[in-house]
């Protein structure tokens, strides 16, 4: 448990400290590229000699990005684009920001104006996204992105480079989703707010370091003895958990995550990118085969059903969508999979949160409350 233990502080120290490994990766003389969300082609910054850099807004208060977005934008967006005016980001050498949602389109013309000294590189996927006019549209996207970035690192990105980077995200997409089953048969060992940490710590250093990490920390669950599963099985779904405050919650709660469908989390390593011999069009297929996320061309709402199917893999007792305040995507969402959830007699409580909240008593009562209806019904 000592090795457990000190390889999950280092993960939370990482996640909770992303300037500071951005100066160390500066400080090595690597260049870094802003990755925002979603599904970002970060394989090719890898594949310029660079280093992405996951960007998903944090916990903080905003002030001056409210001179560019309504009130009415979800905190990922608003808090971005605050740290980026105050210098936050600093030293990046540019930022990767796709049109995935109606306030990602805005983002891009605010960021250029709010932060002029790091350049923007737009990223646009086919909605369409397996049709092969979709599949088309999107290498080409990433052909011209590729181009964007081979410029930045100054040299030539090559097939061979892209494959070689394929490689390494699908070796830390592999690790993840083994360490994501390894916690969720120790929940003794890993707290939601210690997932979460693991997960966002590869957002912030090499994918190749993160992975060695991961698979140290999956290797030591692995050998730990088979533990008492008396905790409340839940599954997450929504853009991003990563609330320390609700998460806190949980663990008081005796609750722990037997599996996610979080953008943040699965969504980004539940596919691997298809090994093809044109690399780009093994990426614009992976972006094809990712359901369930709200943010991508979902016609019949099946992820809804894929939920279900989940909760009901991982013998959930319950699900739990974390609403993200203003997220229109997750909002449209909401009944579709309330009402597959009910008729699959899956118990479902939604919570909303925003990087800028400083109470949870509300979620705190929502749960305990959650918490005691999914007891009495195991008994
Ligand atoms: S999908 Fe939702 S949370 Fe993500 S950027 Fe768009 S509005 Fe914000």
Same mark, same amino acid.
């Not at 590729?146 to 394929?166: C, F, H, N, T, W």
């Not at 088979?226 to 779904?237: E, F, H, S, Y």
């Not at 008081?252 to 943040?264: F, G, L, P, S």
């Given at each position: 448990?000592?090795?457990?233990?000190?390889?999950?502080? /280092?993960?939370?120290? &990482?996640?909770?400290?992303?300037?500071?490994?951005?100066?160390?990766?500066?400080?090595?003389?690597?260049?870094?590229?802003?990755?925002?969300? !979603?599904?970002?082609?970060?394989?090719?910054?890898?594949?310029?000699?660079?280093?992405?850099?996951?960007?998903?807004?944090? /916990?903080?208060?905003?002030?001056?990005?409210?001179?560019?977005?309504?009130?009415?934008?979800?905190?990922?967006?608003?808090?971005?684009? =605050?740290?980026? #005016?105050?210098?936050?980001?600093?030293?990046?050498?540019?930022?990767? #920001?796709?049109?995935?949602?109606?306030?990602?389109?805005?983002?891009?013309?605010?960021?250029?104006?709010? *932060?002029?000294? &790091?350049?923007?590189? $737009?990223?646009?996927?086919?909605?369409?996204? %397996?049709?092969?006019?979709?599949?088309?549209? %999107? *290498?080409?996207?990433?052909?011209?992105?590729?181009?964007?970035?081979?410029?930045?690192?100054?040299?030539?990105?090559?097939?061979?480079?892209?494959?070689?980077?394929?490689?390494?995200?699908?070796?830390?997409?592999?690790?993840?989703?083994?360490?994501?089953?390894?916690?969720?048969?120790?929940?003794?060992?890993?707290?939601?707010?210690?997932?979460? $940490?693991?997960?966002?710590?590869? !957002?912030?250093?090499?994918?190749?370091?993160?992975?060695?990490?991961?698979?140290?920390?999956?290797?030591?669950? $692995?050998?730990?003895?088979?533990?008492?599963?008396?905790?409340?099985?839940?599954?997450?779904?929504?853009?991003?958990?990563?609330?320390?405050?609700? @998460?806190?919650?949980?663990?008081?709660?005796?609750?722990?995550?037997?599996d996610d469908q979080i953008a943040h =989390?699965?969504?980004?390593?539940?596919?691997?990118?298809?090994?093809?011999?044109?690399?780009?069009?093994?990426?614009?297929?992976?972006i094809g085969n990712i359901?369930?996320?709200?943010?991508?061309?979902?016609?019949?709402?099946?992820?809804?059903?894929?939920?279900?199917?989940?909760?009901? /893999?991982?013998?959930?007792?319950?699900? @739990?969508?974390?609403?993200?305040?203003?997220?229109?995507?997750?909002?449209?969402?909401?009944?579709?999979?309330?009402?597959?959830?009910?008729?699959?007699?899956?118990?479902?409580?939604?919570?909303?949160?925003?990087?800028?909240?400083?109470?949870? /008593?509300?979620?705190?009562?929502?749960? =305990?409350?959650?918490?005691? &209806?999914?007891?009495?019904?195991?008994?």
């Amino acid at each position: 448990m000592h090795n457990i233990n000190s390889l999950l502080s /280092e993960f939370e120290n &990482i996640a909770s400290n992303p300037r500071k490994q951005l100066d160390k990766i500066l400080s090595e003389g690597k260049k870094a590229i802003g990755v925002m969300p !979603y599904l970002c082609p970060e394989e090719l910054v890898l594949a310029a000699g660079m280093v992405p850099f996951g960007i998903w807004g944090a /916990e903080t208060q905003v002030s001056e990005a409210k001179r560019y977005f309504p009130a009415f934008i979800c905190s990922i967006l608003q808090t971005t684009l =605050e740290l980026g #005016i105050r210098g936050a980001y600093d030293g990046l050498s540019a930022i990767m #920001i796709p049109f995935a949602c109606d306030s990602l389109k805005c983002m891009g013309t605010n960021w250029k104006y709010g *932060v002029k000294t &790091i350049p923007v590189i $737009d990223v646009a996927y086919a909605q369409n996204r %397996s049709s092969q006019a979709g599949i088309e549209f %999107s *290498v080409s996207q990433f052909k011209k992105i590729a181009g964007s970035l081979a410029q930045i690192a100054q040299r030539e990105i090559s097939s061979e480079d892209v494959k070689e980077a394929i490689l390494v995200y699908n070796r830390n997409r592999a690790a993840l989703r083994a360490f994501s089953k390894a916690a969720a048969q120790h929940p003794e060992a890993v707290r939601p707010g210690q997932r979460c $940490d693991v997960i966002k710590a590869g !957002y912030f250093m090499p994918r190749d370091e993160h992975t060695a990490l991961v698979e140290k920390l999956t290797a030591a669950l $692995d050998s730990l003895p088979p533990a008492k599963q008396d905790c409340l099985r839940i599954v997450t779904t929504g853009i991003i958990a990563d609330s320390p405050a609700l @998460l806190k919650i949980l663990a008081e709660n005796n609750m722990c995550i037997a599996d996610d469908q979080i953008a943040h =989390e699965s969504i980004f390593f539940r596919e691997d990118t298809p090994l093809t011999d044109d690399p780009y069009v093994g990426m614009a297929r992976r972006i094809g085969n990712i359901q369930g996320c709200s943010i991508l061309f979902d016609p019949g709402k099946k992820r809804a059903a894929m939920l279900a199917s989940l909760a009901k /893999e991982a013998q959930a007792d319950g699900v @739990l969508y974390i609403q993200t305040k203003f997220c229109d995507p997750e909002e449209f969402d909401y009944v579709p999979v309330k009402k597959v959830m009910h008729s699959a007699g899956i118990p479902m409580l939604m919570v909303e949160v925003d990087q800028q909240m400083s109470s949870f /008593e509300q979620a705190r009562s929502a749960v =305990e409350t959650f918490a005691e &209806i999914l007891r009495q019904k195991r008994l």
